[in-house]
């Protein structure tokens, strides 16, 4: 698991699937708002001229040098709700991410978003 200390060193790294098929750059990380630990990550995918943010899921990674292994395949990956390079991830958007990998969304008691960038 990336510890939220850790989360300016694992920007830029190779992210790769559990097959070990290249899936694109982290990014960013999202820390989960009710524990402050590392939930998901925006990884950039795409040609060079239309780069896109994917959102994976940080459950079950493996951190090497230079990359980080997901334990989600390169299509599901690529499938996943997206934004622009330069976008804001909207909250209405949150469920969409975490149905896509069939995980529980819990929003917070007061409505407040599960997840927030670092």
Known sequence: MIRAADIREWRDHQVIDEKERRIGILEAVYVDTATDEPAMATVRTGLPTRHRL????????????????VAYSKAQVRDAPSIGTDDVLPAEREAEIFEHYGLAYQQGSRGERQLARR
């Open 54 to 69: 994917v959102f994976v899921p940080l459950d079950d990674v493996v951190l090497g040098p230079g990359y980080v292994k």
